[in-house]
């Protein structure tokens, strides 16, 4: 039993054959999927997909791309939206300094209202960084305080950082970029994070496993972040599904 902590079946990658892909997902053993919003519009399809599937789950939230775009009234609109039914965490959040698409302010902006939501309500956080570690971990300090609970996603940072999000609480997470030919270093930072703090994820339909490198993404494929993790880490594939499931089960607070 596997778990997708993170992908967007909401993206119009998945409209020809949305039915199939779920069908994939479960018969491969998938135990429940994150479907993680990116845009207010995004997180609305989300929320969709989760009321009408058992295993999926929803995250609301705005990606620092939309930056730029955000008015208030967006705001109360994301406000009720988190009280909808099987949403279970906020993301995906943060700042991209990397693509810069939208300006830093702006993300700045973004970030600290949504983290200030979230800290109403309780909900772990679901957290994308690029290049803009420096001001993440102030930002997440200052606000949150010591009442942080979320996911690093997509890890991305060297060892100095990976320290700082696990002495903050954080659990980390992987996609299938691990197994590309030239992610060596990448490798070398799975090794160190502790199994207790370790989660799954495709980001589909984004980073497909170096097999399909430049294809579209499933779920189905998390199990490919699964077994590049127990040859990392010399573990079996099935110590690796069962740690990894206990942490999404516990951060996201999903019983089955
Ligand atoms: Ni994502």
Redesign the pocket.
């Known amino acids: 039993m596997l778990i997708d902590t ?1 992908c ?1 079946l909401d993206f119009k990658d998945f409209n020809d054959d949305f039915e199939a892909v779920l069908k994939r997902s479960i018969d491969s053993g998938i135990k429940f999927i994150i479907n ?1 919003g ?1 845009s207010l519009e995004g997180t609305a399809r989300s929320l969709k997909i989760a009321q009408e599937n058992d295993f999926i789950y929803a995250a609301i939230g705005i990606h620092p791309h939309e930056a730029d775009k955000v008015s208030e009234n967006d705001f109360k609109i994301f406000a009720r939206l988190l009280k909808k039914p099987k949403v279970v965490a906020i993301g ?1 959040i943060g700042l991209d300094y990397y693509r810069n698409i939208s300006s830093m302010e702006n993300q700045k902006k973004l970030f600290t209202r949504l983290l200030e939501t979230a800290k109403g309500a309780s909900l772990p956080l679901i957290i ?1 960084n690029r290049d803009s570690h420096e001001d993440m971990i102030g930002i997440l300090k200052n606000i949150m305080g010591n009442s942080l609970n979320g996911v690093m ?2 890890f991305s940072g060297d060892e100095k950082f990976l320290k700082t999000c696990l002495d903050m609480g954080f659990f980390i997470s992987f996609t299938c970029n691990i197994t590309y030919k030239n992610a060596g270093k990448l490798r070398e930072i799975v090794k160190l994070v502790p199994m207790d703090r370790l989660l799954l994820e495709t ?1 589909a339909p ?1 980073l497909a496993p170096q097999d399909f490198r430049g294809k579209r993404n499933e779920p189905m494929y998390v199990r490919y972040v699964a077994e590049e993790i127990s040859k990392i880490k010399g573990l079996s594939f099935e110590e690796v599904a069962m740690a990894t499931t206990n942490n999404a089960q516990r951060l996201f607070r999903i019983k089955i």
């Open positions: 993170h967007h993680v990116s995906e994308h996603h997509c980001d984004f």
